[in-house]
């Protein structure tokens, strides 16, 4: 068992076979840096709750696709990215100081496809982003690639 | 830690990250949120590593008729279905000015740049652009003066890594000796951005059926030899060094031409396993995409088939009947940041449309 420890003091216990999915910490047991508590500055402990269901989940990964267990890892990790932006970029910063490739590739992933044909006007909205081109910019760009902007599978909602 | 975590946020290694695997037109709508992201999408080097990557997620394909290149196609997975049905298309077809679209064909392309001759290949006027199609820009490369005692011309274009460098490759085919082959070509080298002229980079053998079939991989260009079919040489295009490997390497990297990792010669394909109907029909890998599946072209272009490993099956592909297809990566830095300040890349007029 390894001991993590989230930046709000709180103390996880994971078996070392799902933690090693992490290189960061895989790499420091090898080296013999965990013999205590790891602590993990930059994770709180909501964020890390739902790192090490996704780690306890993916522990036997390898052995799926012999036990069949392969539609049952896929839906699980469609319900796990489920969750708001703002939890899903924080578990992507995780799952990047972690180093867990798979985890980042999911959730990016994710990303991705909720941003996929989505208007500019849904983008800035859904992302929080303040728009700082001036209308001059911005009405270059689009004269460079009016075909961008229009389509029928362009998605301006919101969600 | 009350504070809310917005994409912007994150590094800008997670955001081109995410970026990255949006369709081409959504990475063009991106452009205009906001400046951060202009510059990220724009002129980013971190991009383009991550060029690579989409093509498993939004494989993109060069379509040909008669070896004239003239779309591009971004392929959409439809989980349910059989097919795959035409994503976005580029329209007018690919065309660059004065030149005849019958006869553009593709030289090579590395990171989204196509090198692309137009004219017959032993023709006094023909020329080489290189351009970004989905920016609606190219550069013609300035051909040395014709020499009448070199009877055909051999092109090629290549990228490495190590020096951010594009060279594109000319090898001239010195006649004929008396026993009706040539024995070796001249190269020469014109480097993106660098050279104002061709240079000569030496002798070097010829290569078989005078083609390079775009073998562009880890940073050198390979050709087979024209006479020993077990040879095989490859030019790095950071050193410049011309190197040959031996025959027994050739499965591997006939499969790495396409992108595809050392796993293929695991998992060789079995005839007794292609469905009689098509079991007689030639194959050419073109690219891996979902879950390791290898898109190949059957029969010389009439179709596309893709192959699933796991399941050993082939699926036919709904794209378009009787064209050729070739892997591509879609760029969306421009050319400029290749030439530099000191090459004029021009526009074409009407700019490149996708509808």
């Known amino acids: 068992m390894v001991k993590l420890k989230s930046n709000d003091d709180k103390e996880f216990e994971v078996e070392e076979a799902a933690v090693i999915q992490s290189e960061m910490i895989k790499n420091m047991i090898e080296d013999g840096c965990a013999t205590s508590v790891i602590p993990l500055p930059n994770i709180d402990s909501k964020t890390l709750i739902k790192v090490i ?42 799952a990047n100081y972690l180093n867990i490739h798979e985890l980042m590739e999911l959730c990016c992933q994710s990303a991705a496809d909720r941003l996929k044909n989505k208007s500019v006007r849904a983008v800035r909205e859904m992302l929080k982003i303040t728009n700082d081109l001036t209308e001059e910019e911005e009405q270059e760009i689009i004269n460079d690639a009016p075909w961008a902007f229009e389509g029928p599978e362009i998605d301006d909602t919101v969600n | 830690m009350l504070s809310e975590v917005t994409i912007m946020d994150l590094l800008r290694v997670i955001m081109v990250e995410i970026l990255a695997r949006l369709p081409i037109k959504s990475i063009f709508r991106c452009k205009i949120v906001c400046k951060s992201w202009y510059h990220l999408l724009t002129s980013n080097p971190l991009f383009v590593k991550n060029y690579q990557k989409r ?37 007018p077809m690919i065309h660059l000015p004065s030149t005849n679209k019958e006869n553009l064909t593709l030289v090579g392309s590395c990171n989204g740049f196509m090198c692309l001759l137009n004219g017959w290949r032993n023709n006094v006027d023909n020329s080489v652009y290189i351009s970004n199609h989905l920016l609606s820009e190219y550069f013609k490369v300035e051909l040395p003066e014709w020499e009448k005692s070199f009877w055909n011309i051999v092109y090629g274009f290549g990228f490495s890594e ?20 040539p024995k070796a070509s001249d190269l020469e ?62 499965d591997i990297w006939w499969m790495k031409e396409y992108g595809i990792a050392e796993s293929w010669t695991k998992n060789l394909i079995l005839k007794d396993g292609i469905q009689l109907d098509i079991r007689d029909d030639r194959f050419i890998p073109i690219l891996i995409w979902k879950d390791g599946e290898i898109l190949m072209q059957r029969d010389r272009g009439t179709q596309l088939v893709s192959y699933n490993p796991k399941e050993k099956k082939f699926k036919k592909v709904k794209v378009y009947n009787g064209f050729g297809a070739t892997g591509y990566i879609p760029s969306f830095y421009s050319l400029n940041t290749v030439m530099g300040d000191s090459f004029q890349v021009s526009n074409v007029y009407p700019k490149t449309e996708i509808v």
């Open chain 2, 162 to 181: 190590a020096s951010g460098q594009y060279k594109v490759l000319r090898f001239k085919l010195a006649a004929k000796n008396f026993l009706g082959r």
């Open chain 2, 55 to 91: 093509s498993s997620s939004f494989p993109s394909i060069l379509l040909s008729v008669n070896d004239s290149v003239r779309f591009i196609v971004e392929l959409k997975d439809e989980n349910d279905s059989q097919s795959l049905y035409r994503n976005i298309e580029l329209r």
């Open chain 1, 53 to 94: 269901e996704y780690l306890n989940k993916h522990i036997n990964m390898g052995k799926a696709a012999e036990t069949g267990e392969e539609d049952d890892l896929k839906e699980f990790d469609e319900q796990f990215v489920n969750m708001g932006w703002e939890e899903l970029f924080d578990v992507i910063m995780a």
């Open chain 2, 189 to 250: 080298v014109y480097t993106l951005g660098v050279d104002e002229k061709w240079r000569n980079a030496g002798e070097v053998p010829e290569p078989l059926w005078r083609s390079f079939n775009n073998v562009n991989v880890n940073g050198a260009v390979h050709w087979m030899d024209c006479e020993k079919n077990d040879i095989i040489y490859s030019f790095n295009i950071s050193t410049e060094e011309v190197n040959s490997l031996n025959g027994q390497s050739i």
